[in-house]
């Protein structure tokens, strides 16, 4: 009992003689708190008129707390252990980030490739995206994931190294995007007075940008009801204004044809026997 009495008596009074030290080294932290709202205020004076995304903004911000108060707990250490170094400090944290680096692999890689992205210009908020078969519109780009609102109102949370590493296509990068479908007339039909036919009808549909984005038709191969043409014109680039285009270009396609007698075939079978077959004889003995 004596030796511990005498090792908590030793203990105290070398806290109690710590005491200066670490009340200047909480007036530190305070301090450091101070600065560190100080940064924040300046960092968003300095962005406010700033185009640059919210979310690139915030970690702007998270950044400089990171600075601000990992220097001031390095100087409030080494006021209350005058044997602590900022050299043993930064060695300490080098070996402990390496291990925290292996441990925390894929947060890390998700972190890095959404601060690539957020610097990045492409890929906004509201853009409809499509990668590895996950397609929708882009509603938040955070540090370490992306939300992606499939046109089914699902909402996917994607990890932003899948978007960095593999290939990502961005639907509405520009305002206008091309469609094409097929369309058949009957081997009877005049090809030019078809496509003639077929040009006026999609020019007529007001989802149609006919700008400096011309409507194109062209025959495009012989199969095996009908000749084919591949019908081209450039609309809205959102997924709803394809959908829309593309049904009011079939609806009057089909109507200009029609009402021009121009024949859109069914596929037509022809065939074959090697033999003749029998005919078989009626109830009343007639041959049919």
């Known amino acids: 009992m004596n030796i511990l009495y005498g090792q908590l008596r030793d203990i105290a009074r070398e806290a109690i003689a710590l005491l200066p030290q670490i009340a200047v080294a909480v007036v530190v932290l305070l301090l450091g708190w101070g600065i560190y709202r100080l940064a924040l205020w300046v960092v968003a004076k300095s962005l406010s008129h700033s185009s640059m995304r919210q979310s690139l903004k915030e970690l702007i911000n998270l950044f400089t707390g990171i600075v601000v108060w990992t220097l001031t707990i390095m100087i409030a250490a080494v006021i209350v252990f005058p044997n602590l170094t900022p050299t043993s400090i930064l060695a300490g944290l080098g070996i402990g980030s390496v291990a925290i680096g292996f441990a925390f692999k894929d947060v890390f890689e998700n972190f890095l490739a959404g601060v690539i992205i957020l610097f990045r210009k492409k890929m906004r908020i509201g853009d409809h995206i499509e990668c590895e078969g996950i397609e929708g519109k882009v509603t938040q780009i955070a540090v370490r994931e992306s939300h ?13 190294a899948m978007l960095f590493k593999n290939p990502l296509t961005i639907r509405t990068d520009l305002d206008e995007r091309r469609v094409t479908v097929i369309c058949g007339v009957a081997y009877d039909e005049d090809v030019d007075a078809a496509r003639e036919v077929i040009e006026k009808a999609v020019a007529e549909c007001d989802t149609v940008r006919q700008g400096e984005r011309p409507i194109q038709i062209f025959a495009r191969e012989f199969n095996s009801s009908s000749i084919d043409f591949e019908v081209t014109w450039w609309t809205g680039s959102t997924p709803l204004d394809v959908r829309k285009s593309r049904d009011q270009v079939v609806a009057k396609v089909k109507r200009a ?32």
């Open 148 to 160: 992606i609102r499939q046109t089914d109102g699902q909402l996917v949370i994607v990890p932003n």
């Open 257 to 288: 044809l029609d009402d021009a007698g121009i024949e859109i075939p069914f596929p037509y079978r022809t065939l074959t026997f090697k033999e003749p077959l029998p005919i078989a004889a009626r109830p009343d003995g007639e041959e049919g």
